[in-house]
T-cell receptor, first 109, second 111 residues
Framework: TQLLEQSPQFLSIQEGENLTVYCNSS?????LQWYRQEPGEGPVLLVTVVTGGEVKKLKRLTFQFGDARKDSSLHITAAQPGDTGLYLCAGDSWGKLQFGAGTQVVVTP | DAGVTQSPTHLIKTRGQQVTLRCSPK?????VSWYQQALGQGPQFIFQ???????QRGNFPDRFSGHQFPNYSSELNVNALLLGDSALYLC??????????FGSGTRLTVV
């Protein structure tokens, strides 16, 4: 059972378009993390957000943590084929990561 | 600097058998967590080891057990394998709850 709900489940866009992935939970976490996972590999940490209302930018990726620390979003500007992958959000509950089911993003040239 | 190393990368077992998966954490990390990722799902927390003790456990039966060695490496053991145990098993290391780094996983297939 996934306690974190991610939407959409699948997203297919053209290179250069923008996209937003959402992560929502009824629980409050000490921090929330975003990962990208490619086939046959483990998840790779993109960012950790800790403070409610926090916004972090990583090149073309913008991460936002909701004021109540229950929801988060990931926005990608001018997506590139290299952004293709499974995007996972995870809430940190005292060292135990609880993951959403992920959003599969496909960016076509 | 080597990241998290898991072995083997792939494994095929028969129902009822037992399996042992291994994990070497990233240099400088002292905590190892294990996750199970079924196809099309996010990883599910199995348990976490720190100072050679199980510190936290997820909702998995006692068939799943583990161990951490003095050099911080870890093993995951699964007894009486079921078809439903087929999944990607991921190991993640960290240091005091920071810097989670995942290995590439072990793909277990139970037939």
């Amino acid at each position: 059972t996934q306690l974190l709900e991610q939407s959409p489940q699948f997203l297919s866009i053209q290179e250069g378009e923008n996209l937003t992935v959402y992560c929502n939970s009824s629980s409050v976490f000490s921090s929330l993390q975003w990962y990208r996972q490619e086939p046959g590999e483990g998840p790779v940490l993109l960012v950790t957000v800790v403070t409610g209302g926090e916004v972090k930018k990583l090149k073309r990726l913008t991460f936002q943590f909701g004021d109540a620390r229950k929801d988060s979003s990931l926005h990608i500007t001018a997506a590139q084929p290299g952004d293709t992958g499974l995007y996972l959000c995870a809430g940190d509950s005292w060292g135990k990561l609880q993951f959403g089911a992920g959003t599969q993003v496909v960016v076509t040239p | 600097d080597a990241g998290v190393t898991q072995s083997p990368t792939h494994l095929i077992k028969t129902r009822g058998q037992q399996v042992t998966l291994r994990c070497s954490p990233k240099s400088g990390h002292d905590t190892v967590s294990w996750y199970q990722q079924a196809l099309g799902q996010g990883p599910q927390f199995i348990f976490q080891y720190y100072e050679e003790e199980e510190r936290q456990r997820g909702n998995f039966p006692d068939r799943f057990s583990g161990h951490q060695f003095p050099n911080y490496s870890s093993e995951l053991n699964v007894n009486a394998l079921l078809l439903g145990d087929s999944a990607l098993y991921l190991c993640a290391s960290s240091s005091r709850g920071y810097g989670y780094t995942f290995g590439s996983g072990t793909r277990l297939t139970v037939v």
